[in-house]
Nanobody, 129 residues
Framework: QGQLVESGGGTVQAGGSLKLSCELS????????MAWFRQGPDNKREAVAV???????NYADSVEGRFTISKDNAKKTLYLEMNGLNSADSAKYYC???????????????????????WGQGTQVTVSS
């Protein structure tokens, strides 16, 4: 059984930064495709960033240039560094992973066309103005 545990959420002022972590264990530890999603007050789930087994990344337009997804295979941890936060970034953030490589669209891991096997419970990020 695989498990993902997120941490690092909290309340931050607009313009501030946070770094989220997602620890993988069990069967999820061997995941190749990993991603961060968020779900805001409208309950719509949005893919934020994805990283493939070879390190190729892709970002939603809304976070491009502000967020960075990375991973430490030795620590079995996925990260999301978030800078320049604004109120639109307030949401519950979830990590997801899959043992298979990411679905590629034009050579980039797709943000939307992939079914993830493992999901975390989420960590809340609130940006105050």
């Amino acid at each position: 059984q695989g498990q993902l545990v997120e941490s690092g959420g909290g309340t931050v002022q607009a313009g501030g930064s946070l770094k989220l972590s997602c620890e993988l264990s069990g069967n999820s530890a061997g995941s190749r495709c990993m991603a961060w999603f968020r779900q805001g007050p409208d309950n719509k789930r949005e893919a934020v960033a994805v990283i493939d087994g070879d390190g190729t990344t892709n970002y939603a337009d809304s976070v491009e240039g502000r967020f960075t997804i990375s991973k430490d295979n030795a620590k079995k941890t996925l990260y999301l560094e978030m800078n320049g936060l604004n109120s639109a970034d307030s949401a519950k953030y979830y990590c997801a992973s899959d043992k298979w490589g990411c679905t590629l669209i034009n050579g980039l891991p797709s943000l939307v066309q992939h079914d993830y096997t493992y999901w975390g419970q989420g960590t809340q990020v609130t940006v105050s103005s």
